[in-house]
T-cell receptor, first 115, second 113 residues
Framework: DQQVKQNSPSLSVQEGRISILNCDYT??????FLWYKKYPAEGPTFLIS?????DKNEDGRFTVFLNKSAKHLSLHIVPSQPGDSAVYFC??????????????FGTGTKLQVIP | GAVVSQHPSWVICKSGTSVKIECRSL??????MFWYRQFPKQSLMLMAT?????????EQGVEKDKFLINHASLTLSTLTVTSAHPEDSSFYIC?????????FGPGTRLTVL
């Protein structure tokens, strides 16, 4: 049972344009969401997160939007740069308590930014 | 940012041998570390949660006698793949829990011949 889903396995975007990566979840207990970027044969790198009490969080070129009623979140990257080309994982966690964070990952979306 | 290291980064071993992978948080203390496994073109699958000074909590379907986890200090957790077989070949990634996120190690590529 895939509780966190990224339905687009890949996405191609022109440099300078906006990249929108989508993620859906099914577990209503999830209250904290994260996006990670991963290059091949490397560990994931944390990008940005959002708590369920918010609907938007912005950090530089990266913005995450959360729609709790739709159980949907998205990551916007603008402007997209070739160095953004990587696999992006959406992740979700329930009960972010005392530093203990059991995270469920989505299947990933491979982003290619074309120069 | 917080740094997590893994050693070795790549290991090849014969079937039947045991392999130990180390995960270290270099500049912070982590009471909780996680071990993941990633198959090609698939998501990260949580194998177990490692808490310093106590037994690890394994996810359903993960053999605890096969994948031994030791979290002896606040900066070190180890995963030992015992009697490794070719189907254990995979990319193993650890992470260390900080205040509001997890920081991941670079991963260890295990190939069992």
């Amino acid at each position: 049972d895939q509780q966190v889903k990224q339905n687009s396995p890949s996405l191609s975007v022109q440099e300078g344009r906006i990249s929108i990566l989508n993620c859906d979840y099914t577990n209503s207990m999830f209250d904290y969401f994260l996006w990670y970027k991963k290059y091949p044969a490397e560990g994931p790198t944390f990008l940005i997160s959002i708590s369920s009490i918010k609907d938007k969080n912005e950090d530089g070129r990266f913005t995450v939007f959360l729609n709790k009623s739709a159980k949907h979140l998205s990551l916007h990257i603008v402007p997209s740069q070739p160095g953004d080309s990587a696999v992006y994982f959406c992740a979700a966690s329930a009960s972010w308590v005392g530093g203990y964070q059991k995270v469920t990952f989505g299947t990933g979306t491979k982003l290619q930014v074309i120069p | 940012g917080a740094v997590v290291s893994q050693h070795p980064s790549w290991v090849i071993c014969k079937s039947g041998t045991s392999v130990k992978i180390e995960c270290r948080s270099l500049d912070f203390q982590a009471t909780t570390m996680f071990w993941y496994r990633q198959f090609p073109k698939q998501s990260l699958m949580l194998m177990a949660t490692s808490n310093e000074g106590s037994k690890a909590t394994y996810e359903q379907g993960v053999e605890k006698d096969k994948f031994l986890i030791n979290h002896a200090s606040l900066t070190l957790s180890t995963l030992t793949v015992t009697s490794a077989h070719p189907e254990d070949s995979s990319f193993y990634i650890c992470s260390a829990a900080a205040t509001d996120t997890q920081y991941f190690g670079p991963g260890t590529r295990l190939t069992v011949l």
